[in-house]
């Protein structure tokens, strides 16, 4: 099994702030596991969200300045925080 990433991890691996992080999964820019919690009254649901690493680590990889996107399009993306 791969190793999964917390969202302090992403924010500490790509040096950005914890909204982006999630801007990037809400986007679907980001791929991430969605899994349904509950609180430790069992009332309040909470959910967690992990990070492949592989899946990172490729997202650097496509946006590194100068690299072209496994995919073949420009790379360009538009993420306002």
Do not use: W
């Not at 992403?10 to 992080?21: D, E, R, T, Y």
């Not at 649901?45 to 399009?73: C, Q, W």
């Amino acid at each position: 099994m791969e190793e999964l990433l917390d969202a302090k991890q992403v924010k500490k691996i790509l040096n950005c702030s914890m909204a982006f992080v999630y801007k990037l999964a809400d986007a679907e820019r980001l791929p991430c596991v969605r899994i349904k919690g509950l609180s430790d009254d069992g009332k309040r649901s909470k959910d967690v969200i992990r990070f492949k690493k592989s899946d990172l680590f490729k997202f650097i990889e496509d946006h590194y300045s100068g690299s072209r996107p496994a995919d073949g399009t420009s790379g360009d993306t538009e993420i306002r925080t």
